[in-house]
Nanobody, 124 residues
Framework: QVRLVESGGGLVQTGASLRLSCAFSGRSFDTYDMGWFRQAPGKEREFVAAITWHGTITDYGDSVKGRFTISRDNAKNMVFLQMDSLQPEDTAIYYC?????????????????WGQGTQVTVSS
C-alpha cells in the first residue's frame, strides 16, 4: 500500500520561497509518476505540477509556471516542490499525489493515492 506524507508548509510573506517535500513508501517509488495539487478555501482542487517516474518530463499549472519547480530523488523516495515568488493567491493546502496509471491520470485529478496535505499561507 502506497503512503504519501507531505511536509514543509508554513507561513511566509509575499515574494518568499518554500520547498515542500513528499515522502513515498510502500512500493517501488521509481515506477510511479508523481504530482502536486492544491486547494484553497472555497475553491476547487487545482493541478500544480507533475513529474514522470524518470524525472525527465514535467508539467505545470498555468498559475505556477515559471515560479514553481517539481523534482524528485528516486534514491530517497522523495518528490519536491520548490515554490518561489510566492503570492497570497498561492495560499492553499498542498497535496502530494500519485497513481499507477501515470501522469495523464494524475494531471486530470483522477489519482487514487493522496497525502494528508500541508498548509501554505502567504501573507500580503
Amino acid at each position: 500500500q502506497v503512503r504519501l506524507v507531505e511536509s514543509g508548509g508554513g507561513l511566509v510573506q509575499t515574494g518568499a520561497s518554500l520547498r515542500l517535500s513528499c515522502a513515498f513508501s510502500g512500493r517501488s517509488f521509481d515506477t510511479y509518476d508523481m504530482g502536486w495539487f492544491r486547494q484553497a478555501p472555497g475553491k476547487e482542487r487545482e493541478f500544480v505540477a507533475a513529474i514522470t517516474w524518470h524525472g525527465t518530463i514535467t508539467d505545470y499549472g498555468d498559475s505556477v509556471k515559471g515560479r514553481f519547480t517539481i523534482s524528485r530523488d528516486n534514491a530517497k523516495n522523495m518528490v519536491f516542490l520548490q515554490m518561489d515568488s510566492l503570492q497570497p493567491e498561492d495560499t492553499a493546502i498542498y497535496y502530494c499525489t500519485t497513481d499507477g496509471r501515470g501522469r495523464t491520470a494524475i494531471k486530470r485529478g483522477a489519482s487514487s493515492i493522496w497525502g494528508q496535505g500541508t498548509q501554505v499561507t502567504v501573507s500580503s
